[in-house]
């Protein structure tokens, strides 16, 4: 039988993160993990998979999410099952199923990947990750300012604030909008000429995504549309106006867009989103809301939750246009040995320094290799220093060390003396 000579590759849209790459996102991740930590969140790990149904009720069926972009299958029982497109319907899910928001409050986050169905670009992946903090049981606006605060520390603590800039806006209550709504549609049937094919659709479905239309030729009747804002009520004025109030103290900037909606039906009251020009079309870089009726959507008791979902790819595309990411090297010291007593010893004294400095990130050449080609290996480890065990070394039981990355004489110690000077070097 001939063979294939055609190689299987990865799948459109879904791309792999190489070992050069993995080192910016540990440097993100710890930060993020680093923030979340410092305001009392607590992780919270949920299945890839879940009933097909959560979704359609969640975020619903008249989405592009739910009608276009879901990876939908049935498995061998002949349940619908979807790979997850976002993440908070699963953490409600998980909340309500074990008990959790039973008069409780809860702060979490979640890492890990989603799937849509969209045409892939720089920025927008049919397998993206994504950070989700969610927060159940809080009903007044300061839990509203806790997230966009911390959401604010991590941009400055990765160097990316200045590129980021914060829109707000309120949707009000479901009735609120409703009433919206209804003049909302009133108005666009006056221009529908003027509306694109997907706008047209959303008419019928959901008119508030029209006010998110990224067609420049509807710029103008956009803008002429009538605002939510003028179909508040006293509560949600009050606490949108509580929210501004919060980070105005805090000296948090922001930017009113009375056009901002947000892309799922079960957002109301505050909506946010932190947008960028420096990444092309995909601007938007981290987004959430309010969605207090979920829940009960959701078959829970009526109750309060907000969250944020950030966009992972995005955020690094952001960071590496940095001049200077603080990367640590993934390896520290690299070691190298010749001769077969040396390669002995070597194996035994690696696990002696991993016993007593279990922070330090030790390299062992395998493989064997000629000093010249172990010394390459070195250097292109990154690694700040090379301990090498040559016959001598090994004869004597000492071990050289030399430094990549400095000017600085070769020294030759004894175990004891070679791991306090890594001990004090690499603090």
């Not at 039988?1 to 879904?14: F, L, V």
């Not at 998980?94 to 702060?107: D, K, T, W």
């Not at 932190?274 to 009960?296: F, N, S």
Request: proline content about 3%.
């Amino acid at each position: 039988m001939a063979k294939n000579s055609q190689s299987i590759q990865a799948i459109r849209g879904m791309h792999d993160v190489l070992p050069e790459q993995s080192p910016l996102w540990h440097y993100v991740e710890q930060n993020i993990r680093e923030v979340l930590s410092a305001y009392g969140y607590n992780e919270i790990r949920l299945p890839i998979v879940e009933k097909t149904a959560l979704f359609k009720r969640a975020i619903g069926e008249v989405t592009d999410i739910v009608e276009k972009e879901m990876y939908t299958f049935e498995d061998r029982n002949g349940d619908s099952l979807t790979l997850r497109p976002e993440g908070t319907a699963g953490c409600l899910r998980a909340c309500l199923e074990h008990g959790l928001l039973h008069n409780q409050v809860h702060r979490l986050w979640y890492l890990g990947p989603m799937f849509r169905h969209e045409r892939p670009q720089k920025g927008r992946y049919r397998q993206f990750y994504q950070l989700g903090v969610e927060t159940y049981g809080m009903a007044a606006a300061d839990i509203d300012t806790e997230i966009i605060t911390l959401a604010t520390r991590l941009w400055k603590n990765l160097g990316i604030a200045d590129k980021l800039q914060l829109q707000l806006n309120s949707l009000g209550t479901i009735e609120e909008r409703a009433r919206y709504r209804e003049k909302l549609v009133e108005y666009f049937n006056h221009y529908q000429d003027q509306l694109d094919e997907d706008s047209q659709r959303r008419l019928t479905t959901n008119p508030l995504r029209i006010l998110d239309t990224k067609n420049p030729k509807m710029k103008t009747v956009v803008e002429n549309a009538p605002s939510l804002m003028d179909y508040l009520g006293d509560e949600s004025r009050s606490h949108f106006q509580m929210l501004t109030d919060n980070l105005d103290t805090l000296g948090i900037c922001y930017q009113i867009n009375p056009r901002l909606v947000r892309g799922l039906d079960y957002y109301s009251k505050t909506v946010f989103e932190w947008v960028t020009d420096e990444l092309g079309a995909q601007g938007t870089v981290c987004a959430g809301g309010r969605y207090d009726g979920l829940i009960e959507q959701l078959g829970g008791k009526n109750n309060y939750a907000i969250g944020f979902a950030l966009g992972m790819e995005r955020l690094l595309s952001l960071v590496e246009l940095l001049d200077d990411v603080p990367i640590a090297s993934s390896v520290d010291v690299y070691m190298i040995r010749v001769g077969e007593k040396a390669e002995k010893q070597g194996l035994v004294f690696a696990e002696k320094i991993r016993d007593q400095l279990p922070q330090l990130k030790l390299q062992v050449n395998c493989n064997a290799g000629s000093f010249k080609s172990q010394f390459k290996k070195a250097d292109k480890s990154g690694a700040k220093f090379a301990i090498i065990i040559g016959e001598d070394e090994a004869d004597n039981n000492n071990i050289a060390v030399k430094f990549l990355r400095e000017i600085q004489p070769q020294q030759t110690l004894s175990y004891k003396a070679a791991i306090e000077f890594l001990d004090t070097q690499l603090k």
